[in-house]
Structure formats: structure tokens, C-alpha cells
């Protein structure tokens, strides 16, 4: 938006179609901005042109790998590898670690179903070990996963080649700049939305928590683990639809629960995705993108054995809320909703 009010913008990729192939003219168009995360910064390596939902997905993917980027640096000094996969605007799969190829598998066993025609955006070079776990990992004879796109700050060796789909419908897409990202890389830009005869403006999200900081409240120890999924999750949760309600155990989102009415509904679809998807709740981290208005979400937590939870204040209810985590031995952060409430996507 320039000075004067207007939205204005260089056309810079034409879509076949927007979300529906009704839906004609679509595109891309550039702000012309200076950010080297911008959409229109990221280059097209191999295969066809990206769709409309393909670009709103990588909207969502640098949103939610920004603000884990963000996350870890702030409360450890240093983001480690980190991969997001995407589909229908949300989160399905999400890993942090040290090993490339590990960190792949994890984001893509988060959700195998649901990460099936999807987007997947790591901040590390895709090399030949790397494409391979990314076509073959969990699938049988000799199947290869079907991936509407992968974007990277590298593609090394033969990793193009591997990656090849049949129509070229796997979109490889390159940005030096995710190989960088931190604190810095949070879009600080104003958000916009249309509605009905105008158009509504707020600064973009921007809060990232810093778990040692004196307004968070600790019901409970956390261990260097569970702070590492706190973080995770945040990420994952904060930039989902809300209502979100997230669960990652062992550096891997295996359950998000997105865009629910009430914070218990949330909960419960955040557990039973978990278990869909053949992952063991007990002892994950939960988060919850607001406080708890009542204990019945915190209860089923903590009846699928979620054993930490990072929430916000501000409930009426927030000492009973304590009190139950405390009575069944979960650890629980909070810090004020009034801070860092994490809805998006409305």
C-alpha cells in the first residue's frame, strides 16, 4: 500500500486459475519490496509454474518456518534445520534438528495421509539423500510420493533429477535466503484482507515468546526437550487457522488441531490426528493458541498423556487451570494472551 491509500503491484506470475478453475484471471503481483523472502524472490528451478493455492500455501509455510526460525533464536541463540510441509493452508507435518535427512523424514511422518500432494519447504539443501527420503521414506513397493512442491535454498547434485514428477507438477523452488533466517525474518509488513466493499488492516503478527522472560508463569519444570517442542508447537500452532490447539513430541508436530469453534473441540482433534496418523500422544508438548476457559481441554490433554503445555493467561479460570496441571503432573507455561495471543487466519 503506498502513501496515499492504494494497494498498488507489479503483475509478476499469471496462475492458470485462482482456487478454483472458475476463477480466471489470478496471479502473483509484487509489491516491490526490498524483503528476500518476498514470493516473488523465490525461483522457479524445475517444473511448471506454481498455482494460486500453491503460493498461498508458501505464504502460510514462510509464516509458520519465520516464526520457528525466530522461536529458537531467541531462546537458544540459534534456529536448528528446519522443514514445514503444508497443505490447504495449514501445517500437516514440521521437524527441527541437526541431521537433513532425519528432519525430512519427521516432517512428512507428522501426517503421510495428509502431506500427500502437498508443499514442503526446508531451510537446508536438498541433496540426493535428502530427495530420496522426501519420495520414498514410509512408502511401499517401490511407490514414490506425490508433492506438489518443494521449495529450498539449494538443490545440489542429482537432487532435481529425483525429484522429477510426471507433467512436472512438482514445483522445485529455490531461495538462498531461507538458509539465513532468525529473529530478523519476521514479515513485519501490514496484513491485508478483503471484505465486502473494502478491505481490512493489522500489523502483521510479530510476537515470539521468550520462555525465560519474568511475565511467564511456570506451573512445573520443564526439560531442555519439552522447551524445544514448546517452541515447535508455537510456531506450528500461532500461525495455523485458529482455534489451534498443536501437538509435537520429539522435535516433530504429530497432531495439529486447526480451525475449531472451542478450545476443547481443538484438543480433541488435535489428539485423535495424532493417533490417526500412528503417533503415541503420551508425552508430548501441547500448545494452545489462548488461554483455557475452562480445565475440560487441559483434562484432555492430559488424559492422552500430553506431559507439558504452553498456553496463555488471561482466563478467569487460569488457577484452576494450574491447579489440575499440577494435580496431574503436566508442566504448564503461560504467558499473557494480551502479549502474544496466537489466532490467525480468521
Excluded at 191 to 207: D, I, K
Excluded at 254 to 277: E, P, S
Aim: hydrophobic content about 40%.
Amino acid at each position: 500500500m503506498n502513501a496515499q491509500g492504494f494497494v498498488e503491484g507489479e503483475p509478476v506470475l499469471e496462475c492458470k486459475y485462482g482456487e478454483n478453475g472458475y476463477q480466471t484471471p489470478a496471479g502473483l503481483y509484487s509489491a516491490g519490496t526490498d524483503d528476500p523472502l518476498a514470493l516473488d524472490r523465490f525461483e522457479l528451478l524445475q517444473g511448471t509454474a506454481p498455482s494460486y493455492n500453491n503460493l498461498c500455501d508458501l505464504d502460510r509455510l514462510l509464516q509458520t518456518s519465520t516464526h520457528a526460525a525466530a522461536g529458537f533464536d531467541v531462546n537458544g541463540g540459534e534456529a536448528p534445520l528446519i522443514a514445514v510441509a503444508c497443505k490447504h493452508g495449514n501445517p500437516c507435518g514440521a521437524a527441527v534438528g541437526a541431521d537433513p535427512v532425519e528432519v525430512a523424514q519427521k516432517a512428512l511422518e507428522g501426517d503421510l495421509r495428509a502431506v500427500f500432494g502437498g508443499l514442503v519447504l526446508l531451510t537446508f539443501p536438498v541433496d540426493e539423500a535428502v530427495a530420496e527420503a522426501l519420495m520414498t521414506h514410509k512408502m511401499e513397493g517401490g511407490a514414490r510420493r506425490l508433492l506438489d512442491g518443494i521449495i529450498a535454498p539449494e538443490f545440489a547434485g542429482g537432487a532435481t533429477e529425483a525429484l522429477k514428477r510426471k507433467g512436472d507438477k512438482c514445483r522445485l523452488l529455490v531461495n538462498p535466503a531461507l538458509a539465513r533466517m532468525g529473529r530478523s525474518s519476521l514479515d513485519a509488513a501490514r496484513r491485508f484482507r478483503y471484505v465486502r466493499g473494502g478491505f481490512l488492516a493489522q500489523p502483521n503478527y510479530t510476537f515470539v515468546p521468550d520462555l525465560n522472560a519474568p511475565d511467564v508463569e511456570k506451573t512445573g519444570e520443564a526439560a531442555a526437550t519439552q522447551v524445544r517442542d514448546m517452541i515447535l508447537a508455537w510456531a506450528v500452532g500461532s500461525t495455523s487457522n485458529s482455534n489451534t490447539v498443536t501437538l509435537v513430541k520429539e522435535s516433530m508436530l504429530i497432531g495439529n488441531g486447526v480451525g475449531q469453534q472451542d478450545r476443547v473441540g481443538g484438543c480433541k482433534l488435535a489428539v485423535m490426528r495424532a493417533t490417526d496418523a500412528g503417533h503415541d500422544p503420551a508425552g508430548a508438548t501441547a500448545y494452545s493458541d489462548s488461554f483455557f476457559p475452562f480445565v475440560d481441554g487441559p483434562g484432555e490433554l492430559a488424559a492422552a498423556g500430553v506431559r507439558a503445555i504452553l498456553a496463555t493467561s488471561g482466563s478467569v479460570r487460569d488457577e484452576e487451570v494450574k491447579a489440575f496441571c499440577r494435580e496431574k503432573g503436566v508442566t504448564l507455561f503461560l504467558y499473557p494472551d494480551s502479549a502474544g495471543r496466537g489466532f490467525f487466519g480468521h
